[in-house]
Every structure is written in structure tokens, then in C-alpha cells.
């Protein structure tokens, strides 16, 4: 890594919403470039991660995002099965055990999978809506700080990696 010799100043940009460059919006022109140089990833990261940082969690917010627990447990499954390494894992899965049994059992075998993430599923985001509403909102505030920085540490590690590979 270059080291920078003598006096040296730091400099923040603060980019708002409605800020943009050639008639569009300036974080999506940012993103672009980065993304052409191959640091996209690393700065949606540090994107995301001074969003989590800056939260403020308010207890009427978390009332107003409440739903029923089905609908988190169904948007979570969903997703989960829409995630194409999980649908390549188990698709493989499946064709080795089915090799190897007969219909019942791959069959038996497949429905306690099923019934596994389900109740996965269940539990976790059961976890998640009850402690939510009763975690204290500096509780969240630090829970958003220790998300953000992990996520930062993330994104140096990727920039780190893009710095490696750009060196002769």
C-alpha cells in the first residue's frame, strides 16, 4: 500500500437525494463508475452501512411495519427458496439420495427438509417480530452500530481485495 508523506487533510462529501449529475441522480452516476472500476460491491456496502449507522429506530415506526407473523415467515420461505445456490444445493441433494433410495424414502426425506425449514422459519421469525417490539430503541441504536460496522469491516476487506488485484 502507498504510504501519503506529510500534512494531509480530510475531506467528506455528503450526498443528498435530490443531488445529480448529467440529469441523474448522483449516487446512481457514482455507482457506476465504481462499478466500472470493480469497486460497486464494496461501496454498496459502505452504502448500506452508513444507512444502518445513521437509524434512529422509533417504537411508532415498529408498530406501523407490524404484520401478522405469517407474512414474515412466507416472505422469508419464499425467499429462501427463490435463492438460486439453494435451489442448486437442494437440487443436488435430491439427485443423490433419489439415486441411492426408493420413492418413499426419498420422498420421506424430502418432507423432513420441508418441514425442518419450516420450522426454522418459524422459530426465527418468531424471534425476530417478539424481540423487536420489546427491545429498548437504544438497544436497536446498537444493534444498527455494531450491523454498520461489521458491514464496513466488509467493505475494506473488499477494497482491500480490489487494491490487491489492481497492483502489478
Given amino acids: 500500500m502507498r504510504k501519503l508523506d506529510g500534512e494531509q487533510i480530510l475531506m467528506r462529501i455528503f450526498i443528498g437525494e435530490s443531488d445529480r449529475w448529467e440529469h441523474r441522480p448522483l449516487h446512481?452516476?457514482?455507482?457506476?463508475?465504481f462499478r466500472s472500476r470493480g469497486l460497486a460491491g464494496a461501496t454498496?456496502?459502505?452504502?448500506f452501512a452508513v444507512r444502518i449507522l445513521r437509524a434512529r429506530p422509533e417504537p411508532a415506526e415498529r408498530k406501523?411495519?407490524?404484520g401478522p407473523l405469517w407474512r414474515g415467515f412466507a416472505s422469508a420461505y419464499l425467499l429462501t427458496l427463490a435463492n438460486p445456490p439453494t435451489i442448486l444445493f437442494f437440487a443436488g441433494l435430491f439427485a443423490s439420495i433419489a439415486a441411492l433410495s426408493t420413492f418413499e424414502q426419498a420422498a420421506v426425506f424430502a418432507l423432513g427438509?420441508?418441514?425442518?425449514?419450516i420450522l426454522w422459519w418459524l422459530a426465527l421469525?418468531?424471534?425476530v417480530a417478539?424481540?423487536?417490539?420489546?427491545?429498548?430503541?437504544?438497544v436497536l441504536v446498537w444493534i444498527n452500530r455494531?450491523?454498520?460496522l461489521t458491514l464496513i469491516g466488509f467493505a475494506v476487506y473488499a477494497l482491500s481485495a480490489v487494491n490487491l488485484r489492481a497492483l502489478p
Fill in 28 to 33: 446512481a452516476a457514482l455507482l457506476e463508475l
Fill in 44 to 47: 454498496v456496502l459502505l452504502y
Fill in 113 to 117: 427438509i420441508f418441514t425442518g425449514s
Fill in 64 to 66: 406501523k411495519f407490524a
Fill in 146 to 148: 455494531l450491523a454498520g
Fill in 130 to 138: 417478539g424481540s423487536a417490539a420489546k427491545l429498548a430503541p437504544n
Fill in 125 to 127: 421469525t418468531s424471534v
